[in-house]
């Protein structure tokens, strides 16, 4: 049960490696600049020629974490988690987790490409076993913590979209029920071809600019990235002299039966979780200075989250899809707009959600329309939904 | 993490109903071994499969109708459950449920053939029927809407400890208050390619299986079960030491009086017999996958309900369930009269 006095939560570190870069510093740049980091799919990653989508979010796979001869052998996803680990351990050497929570929705997937393709021509064993070894969800978390120089129980969540949000989400809980004192958690996935092609399958992917929230969006972009987040409860980080970033102060999961990749046309799933969230923080609507959304300028995600935001919110809050800039991450994206909604806070601007042109007359939204704005920043939404109807809100603070 | 047994299912290669392959296993009875085929180089791969008229009645459920054969078998076993602890799908009961899902290779038969069809034919080739399907909580969500749950539901993927993990995890909601009652699935379905990297992988010494079991949580009951959160190993030499972690720190108070093995002939016999052998030599044993095979979403769930099985039937009044994952993390649970 979850005591009488729950614990506060506080972030004292992050991690994140995007397409709008690697590090706070760089990542908050990006953000400030409104810089569109979707770019045409490298030409030795796959082959996109027959599909309608062209482009993605892709982060540069020479990190400085992938240049020994072991780690060359790691998949792209590893090197991720093992840059957003080194960040993060640098920002607070003394944050030791007593567990992490990651999310993704494809681990490796690339390596099990690679390795059914080896089915039908000639490979070296030595390859084939290599990508089965690399492949599964496990091992970037399995490689983060070697990276990281700790060890721990992880729990790796995967449910689509909402992965990251989900982990953030239940870490945070086990600390303010005093179950945990620290938790690493976030998320990271890489794009493969086969999550590239399903989403072109399903005509979810746009061959234009992706248009969060725009009346005339055709679709999403995918991206790729990693982020991590050090949670701590509160007093503890303050007795050791953790610097605090922000608090999480509230979770809402909900799940819409509706169907397995399109929610409910009335918005129920996102506004039960945004709800929930605020429920769980004790926190009223018009408390929220800042929504960033999952806005993933899919017709029927933006349909169901506008509706619902303006439902709860009203048309006051600034709101924005930093998804614009960098594509979808899929069981990344939570953890990385964490992130995000952290260096908002700390810089004290709203990202922008750029290549918005024409309102949807659908809603009335207060958009953070193409440029950052200056704004005094408390209280923040944080909003991933998933395929299978996985909903997940989470409440970031300014810490006090 | 404590939490209370409410109900169980399962659907393995000896068939479904709790009782009914508990009597088999008995027997002796062994699955038939089946087998499937490499399309690519023509290789069989041995195998146990669930027979097919086991979940046939949920074919026609017009939300499973395109599903893959796990979550058919998730649904079912979860169904089960559920019916044992007396929760009703659409019930008052079911909207404080939590569908907590414990994965492995997840939806391969639709992501192998999704990703050979993108291989043969071209990416405009590939058919969007499936690739919902290969999402790794696709099972979760079809038994999250069958029951009516809007609430929460995960699904956590892992080695074969993942079962381990997902049960600790549905603890840690329970000791929240968010929920009445957590449904904790794992679930496995057999293709030729998770065969492939088995064998590739040296780990194919116990045919790869299908199947799912389901336990359901709550905080009050007749047999209490403890899951730790995991030790994890980064090499095969570091298992028995993760497996000597992970039951130091349950803290289990006496010797069991069954432990239902994770053994699947690989380096996992030797990691663990080396623990237990030296902490509970009186202990019977039961080696589970010496005739489920290995099914690892499935597995550790399947070790747990046959745990219980046996001190349902008076084989004593408390088990262990160690598991060695293969490549993440070693776990156990304790189970005991409450």
Request: hydrophobic fraction near 45%.
């Amino acid at each position: 049960m979850i005591s009488e006095s729950p614990h506060r939560v506080a972030v004292t570190a992050f991690g994140v490696i995007s397409p709008l870069g690697r590090g706070g510093r760089e990542t908050a740049e990006a953000l400030r600049s409104g810089r569109d980091c979707v770019t045409p799919v490298m030409a030795e990653r796959f082959d996109v020629s027959r599909c309608r989508a062209k482009t993605a979010g892709q982060v540069r796979a020479e990190t400085p974490a992938a240049t020994s001869d072991r780690t060359r052998k790691l998949h792209p996803a590893s090197a991720m988690m093992m840059a957003a680990t080194l960040e993060l351990v640098a920002s607070d050497p003394g944050f030791t987790p007593e567990l992490m929570v990651i999310g993704t929705t494809s681990g490796g997937m690339s390596y099990g490409e690679a390795f059914l393709r080896a089915q039908y021509g000639p490979t070296r064993a030595r390859d084939r076993a290599a990508w089965v070894a690399n492949y599964m969800p496990q091992k970037a978390v399995l490689d983060a913590q070697a990276a990281g120089g700790f060890v721990c129980a992880s729990q790796i969540i995967a449910n689509a979209c909402a992965s990251g949000t989900n982990a953030i989400g239940h870490a945070f809980q086990l600390i303010r029920a005093g179950h945990q004192r620290r938790v690493l958690c976030g998320g990271y996935d890489a794009i493969s071809e086969l999550v590239f092609v399903g989403f072109d399958s399903l005509q979810a992917a746009t061959s234009e600019l992706t248009r969060p929230f725009d009346r005339n969006r055709t679709g999403l972009v995918l991206g790729e990235g990693a982020a991590l987040l050090a949670l701590e409860e509160f007093e503890s980080a303050q007795r050791r002299g953790a610097p605090i970033l922000a608090e999480i102060t509230g979770y809402g999961i909900s799940t819409d039966n509706h169907h397995l990749t399109q929610p409910h046309p009335s918005g129920i799933g996102p506004r039960q979780a945004m709800e929930r969230a605020l429920h769980d923080a004790r926190r009223r609507p018009d408390e929220i200075d800042y929504i960033n959304a999952h806005g993933t300028a899919t017709a029927f995600n933006d349909a169901t989250e506008g509706l619902a935001i303006a439902e709860v919110f009203g048309g006051k809050v600034a709101v924005s899809s930093t998804k614009s800039m960098m594509g979808h991450s899929l069981g990344a994206a939570g953890a990385i707009e964490a992130v995000f909604s952290i260096l908002a806070l700390r810089e004290q601007f709203l990202p922008p959600n750029i290549n918005y042109e024409v309102a949807d007359p659908a809603w009335s939204l207060n958009i953070v329309a193409n440029e950052a704005r200056e704004s005094r920043l408390r209280c923040i939404v944080s909003n991933s939904f998933g395929f299978g109807g996985t909903n997940a809100s989470v409440i970031i603070e300014k810490a006090a | 993490m404590t939490a209370c047994i409410a109900g169980m299912g399962w659907v393995t290669p000896l068939g479904t109903g709790l009782e009914t392959v508990w009597e088999r296993l008995e027997r002796g009875d062994k699955p038939e071994l089946a087998s499937v085929t490499n399309s690519g180089t023509g290789r069989c791969h041995p195998c146990f499969l669930v027979p097919p008229k086991a979940v046939e009645y949920l074919a026609r459920n017009p939300r499973l109708r395109r599903s893959s054969a796990i979550s058919y078998y998730a649904v079912a076993a979860g169904l089960a459950a559920l019916e044992q602890a007396g929760v009703a799908p659409g019930s008052e009961a079911a909207a404080e449920t939590a569908v907590i899902f414990a994965i492995s290779n997840g939806g391969v038969l639709y992501t192998r053939r999704f990703f050979e069809q993108i291989v043969q034919h071209g990416a405009n080739g590939a058919s969007p029927m499936l690739f919902p399907e290969t999402v790794y909580n696709a099972p979760a969500s079809h038994l999250a809407a069958l029951l009516g749950i809007n609430g929460a539901s995960y699904t956590l993927v892992g080695d074969s400890s993942v079962g381990i993990t997902a049960l600790h995890f549905a603890a840690q909601l329970l000791a929240l208050g968010s929920v009445a009652q957590c449904v904790v699935v794992g679930a496995e379905e057999c293709d030729w390619i998770v065969c492939e990297a088995y064998r590739t992988w040296r780990f194919a010494r116990t045919p790869l299986a299908e199947g799912a079991a389901a336990v359901v949580l709550r905080r009050e009951g007749q047999w209490k079960l403890r899951a730790h959160p995991g030790a994890p190993f980064a090499k095969q030499s570091g298992a028995a030491a993760a497996l000597e972690s992970v039951i130091r720190d349950l803290d289990v108070p006496r010797s069991p009086h069954v432990i239902v093995s994770s053994a699947n002939g690989t380096f996992v016999d030797r990691a663990e017999s080396g623990v237990l052998d030296a902490r509970f030599p009186d202990a019977a044993r039961l080696y589970p996958k010496r005739t489920f095979g290995e099914a690892p979403g499935a597995s550790a769930l399947q070790q747990t309900v046959l745990a219980t099985l046996a001190l349902q039937h008076g084989r004593g009044s408390c088990a262990l369930v160690p598991v060695v994952g293969v490549n993440h993390q070693a776990s156990a649970a304790w189970i005991e009269a409450s």
